[in-house]
């Protein structure tokens, strides 16, 4: 990012709305022992530090697999594996709680670093864990009993509500504990994707090996649905190989940030730990640098509404200070956003189109057709025009005229076509502004 300061503050007040709506908001971060094993954990620990000092409650889940891995090497004892999980027996489960003791330390000791010149001088974090998960034993899969492998049975939502509304980070091992007194071994995702759920947590967010979800050539899919995401599962020929007994990062905790979403998250993400800051740049940008995912569409069309009368004024502004747009004032679109449509994107205005009818004469101008630079060429002008017309049709109108001085091919292409003046309806002709000498387009309804 440029530091430059007209920069900086550009940047810095972009993410002022992102900091407003995540404020008191419950975040579940997932990352694996990867993070720990391969000295990420420190800037991790720093942007964690941050988002709690700006009021978003967060739950931390890690992972051990390296760590574990290690442990069982030297130990000598081999892997085994059923049904893609790990079987966990008495030997491999004194390697489980001596892995999880030790990444659990090792985060809490970095998330406790207070030192000067630091992100986190004077954070002052308190962190809490605790036996906040309730497991069960997966059982016995093709002939083979998993032993100690466990599933998530249930979450002690009260206790981790406590510790959160006491405003400490909580970290949640994968590791569940039944009423019996047994402990189990428990994979990261299921045991994120639980506590995300049961919290009706804002966002559940997995740092992953790679940049997200791909598709082609290596590009990577910014935002997807339920449905898009169970699509491209479904078109996946990636297949896990038995031999190593796991999947990759994307088809382990895909399916379950689909499943956290199905369940009322409202927004799972899949961020590359490999990025410093990535979970500031998912988190504080437009576009992010992740994959996200949702239950629904983040862009719909809607009614502008008088809370949207600041963010038209921003679209429209540039066009209007170059003479592509006629001036409006504050006032006048407050008083006219009745008339206008907009294009809301994840809880920000990317476009706007107005209605303005003339009953008399059957017709109705276009106008404000304004999309953000950002996402232009990606046919919201279309949908913006599209919906346009069909709110004149139901007005029972027969023409809809725009009035153009930069744009007359795109109102061509999409089946306008040019004619005098004149032919304005009389109400709109008298306010015609004959210094400007705008281009006039109709087109049949």
């Known amino acids: 990012m440029n530091t430059s300061p007209p920069s900086f503050v550009t940047w810095f007040r972009a993410a002022a709305p992102y900091i407003h709506a995540f404020r008191g908001k419950t975040f579940v971060v997932a990352?694996?022992?990867?993070v720990v094993d391969e000295g990420q954990l420190a800037h991790l620990s720093h942007d964690v530090a941050l988002l709690a000092s700006l009021g978003v409650r967060?739950?931390?889940?890690?992972?051990?697999?390296?760590?574990?891995?290690?442990?069982?090497?030297?130990?000598?004892?081999?892997?085994?594996?059923?049904?893609?999980?790990?079987?966990?027996?008495?030997?491999?489960?004194?390697?489980?709680k001596q892995a999880n003791g030790i990444v659990r330390i090792e985060i809490e000791a970095l998330l406790s670093t207070g030192l000067p010149n630091t992100p986190m001088?004077?954070?002052?974090?308190?962190?809490?864990?605790?036996n906040f998960v309730v497991a069960c034993p997966r059982g016995v899969f093709d002939g083979v009993d998993l032993k100690y492998t466990g599933a998530v049975r249930k979450v002690d939502?009260?206790?981790?509500?406590?510790?959160?509304?006491?405003?400490?980070?909580?970290?949640?091992?994968?590791?569940?504990?039944?009423?019996?007194?047994e402990a189990f071994?428990?994979?990261?995702?299921d045991v994120a994707t639980s506590v995300a759920t049961a919290l009706a947590a804002e966002k559940l967010i997995f740092m992953i090996d790679g940049p997200g979800v791909q598709r082609?050539?290596?590009r990577l899919l910014r935002e997807l649905t339920l449905s898009s995401a169970e699509a491209w599962i479904a078109r996946s020929k990636k297949k896990t190989d038995p031999a190593l007994g796991r999947a990759s990062d994307i088809d382990r905790f895909l399916p379950a940030a689909i499943d956290a979403c199905r369940r009322g998250v409202a927004r799972a993400h899949l961020v590359s730990r490999h990025v410093d800051g990535a979970l500031l740049l998912e988190l504080f940008t437009h576009h992010g640098i992740g994959t996200m995912i949702s239950r629904d569409s983040l862009e719909r069309l809607r009614p502008a509404r008088i809370d949207d009368v600041g963010a038209v004024l921003q679209l429209i502004a540039?066009?209007?200070?170059?003479?592509?747009?006629?001036?409006?004032?504050?006032?006048?679109?407050?008083?006219e956003i009745g008339y206008f449509t907009?294009?809301?994107?994840?809880?920000?205005?990317?476009?706007?189109?107005?209605?303005?009818?003339?009953?008399a004469a059957r017709a109705a101008e276009l106008a404000c057709l304004v999309v953000h630079p950002d996402h232009r060429n990606a046919g919201h002008g279309e949908a913006l025009l599209l919906h346009i017309e069909a709110r004149a049709r139901a007005q029972k109108l027969d023409k809809l005229y725009a009035l153009t001085t930069h744009t007359a091919h795109w109102f061509v292409e999409n089946g306008f076509h040019e004619v005098d003046v004149g032919e304005l309806p009389a109400e709109r002709r008298q306010l015609y502004n004959w210094q400007r000498r705008s281009k006039v387009f109709v087109k049949a309804l």
């Open 31 to 34: 990352f694996g022992g990867e």
């Open 58 to 96: 967060l739950v931390l889940v890690h992972g051990v697999r390296p760590q574990l891995e290690t442990l069982m090497v030297r130990q000598g004892i081999e892997p085994q594996y059923a049904n893609g999980l790990r079987v966990t027996d008495d030997a491999v489960m004194g390697c489980v």
């Open 121 to 130: 001088a004077n954070a002052a974090v308190n962190v809490a864990s605790g």
């Open 157 to 181: 939502v009260p206790a981790l509500r406590g510790r959160l509304d006491a405003g400490e980070i909580v970290l949640v091992s994968p590791l569940g504990y039944s009423p019996t007194g």
């Open 185 to 189: 071994n428990l994979t990261v995702e």
């Open 216 to 218: 082609g050539r290596g």
């Open 318 to 335: 540039p066009l209007e200070a170059e003479g592509t747009l006629v001036k409006r004032g504050r006032e006048r679109i407050e008083r």
């Open 342 to 359: 907009v294009i809301d994107h994840d809880r920000r205005l990317i476009g706007c189109a107005a209605l303005y009818p003339f009953p």
